[in-house]
């Protein structure tokens, strides 16, 4: 165990939300592994910790608490260079969520912030699995699986991170009405949250004209929409128009996010305060204004 990172019982209990008495059970029992040191403490090695995590869906979401303990084990971490993509890639396509979900918990437990699991873990693994489905090597039902271990990966993760103080800001997130690609919308709301703001995830398919009359009944800081693929490109454009009048007068920044964005031609056709094309720019830019 030398040189590798090590949690005690109390941040093993943290992590997974239980007392300690309840840690020293599962180390007691075996079903979790520990060690000793010289004086007798136990010590967890994070890979357990992990694997013990994603196996049993531990680590709920905490309405109080600090983040102490995941920060002890994210700080001195040693460097690594692991390409997690084809091992996640691998948990897709077989339908594991457990594996999937330690993948996650594992990269974050290491100090991989989320921007960075969601640009070169989970986008590359997902745009795999797209070119796997184009190219008649996976077929739709495989797709699917593949995108629902993803969502249930992802919110095991979502659940072992204890919440930050909240900022008292509240985002929109939501994909345009005829996008179906929902996993950007969760992204983009775990992102939010990083930062401690509340977040309102209205999901995939969101019509333009309720959007705003949320915003106008909640008037959130910003609103993020995605988009994966546009369709009813001219009707969207003249939706997301209607859109930006009703809710001008609320000076609401918006901002559009998806590889749609990438090209010059879209932008103009929908104007927004800012494009993310990845989730690094997103967390950039939340930090610059929640500190407003
Ligand atoms: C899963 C999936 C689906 C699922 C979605 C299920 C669900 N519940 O979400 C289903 C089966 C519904 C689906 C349907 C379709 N899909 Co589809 N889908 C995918 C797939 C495999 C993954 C999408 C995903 O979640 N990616 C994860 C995101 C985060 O990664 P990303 O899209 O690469 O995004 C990057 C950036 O753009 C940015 N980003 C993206 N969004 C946002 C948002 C914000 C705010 C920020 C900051 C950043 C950001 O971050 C990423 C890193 O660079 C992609 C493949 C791919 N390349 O992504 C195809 C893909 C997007 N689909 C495609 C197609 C063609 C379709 C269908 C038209 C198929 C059909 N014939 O029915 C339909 C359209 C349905 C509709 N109207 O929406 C094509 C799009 C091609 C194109 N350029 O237009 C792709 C690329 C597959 C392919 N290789 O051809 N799909």
């Not at 990083?194 to 909640?218: D, K, Q």
């Not at 590889?259 to 494009?275: G, H, K, L, S």
Request: aromatic share 8%; net charge neutral; hydrophobic share 40%.
């Amino acid at each position: 165990m030398k040189n590798e990172k090590t949690l005690t019982t109390k941040e093993v209990a943290r992590l997974c939300c239980v007392s300690d008495a309840t840690v020293k059970r599962w180390a007691d029992a075996g079903l979790l592994k520990s060690e000793r040191t010289k004086g007798g403490h136990r010590r967890f090695r994070v890979e357990e910790v992990a694997k013990f995590q994603a196996q049993n869906g531990l680590g709920i979401k905490q309405t109080q608490g600090d983040e102490t303990p995941l920060r002890l084990a994210r700080t001195k971490r040693k460097k690594r260079s692991v390409n997690n993509v084809p091992s996640f890639l691998h948990a897709l396509l077989v339908g594991c969520e457990e594996e999937a979900a330690s993948i996650l918990i594992k990269a974050y437990l290491y100090g991989d912030e989320l921007p960075k699991i969601f640009d070169q873990i989970v986008s590359p693994a997902m745009c795999q699995i797209g070119e796997m489905w184009f190219s008649g090597q996976i077929n739709v039902a495989q797709e699917h699986l593949a995108t629902r271990v993803v969502y249930n990966a992802l919110h095991r993760l979502r659940s072992s991170i204890p919440p930050k103080e909240p900022s008292g800001e509240l985002a929109f997130c939501c994909a345009f009405e005829g996008d179906f690609h929902e996993l950007p919308t969760y992204l983009s709301q775990m992102i939010f949250e990083m930062h401690g703001w509340e977040v309102m995830n209205f999901g995939a398919n969101t019509p333009l004209y309720s959007l705003a009359e949320e915003a106008i009944l909640h008037t959130p800081e910003v609103i993020c929409i995605s988009a994966t693929i546009l369709e009813d490109y001219e009707r969207l454009v003249r939706d997301y128009a209607d859109f930006r009048s009703k809710i001008a007068k609320l000076k609401t920044p918006i901002i559009l996010g998806g590889r749609v964005f990438e090209d010059e031609r879209v932008r103009q056709r929908f104007p927004a305060d800012d494009y993310m094309m990845s989730f690094n720019e997103l967390s950039k830019f939340v930090q610059k204004i929640s500190a407003r």
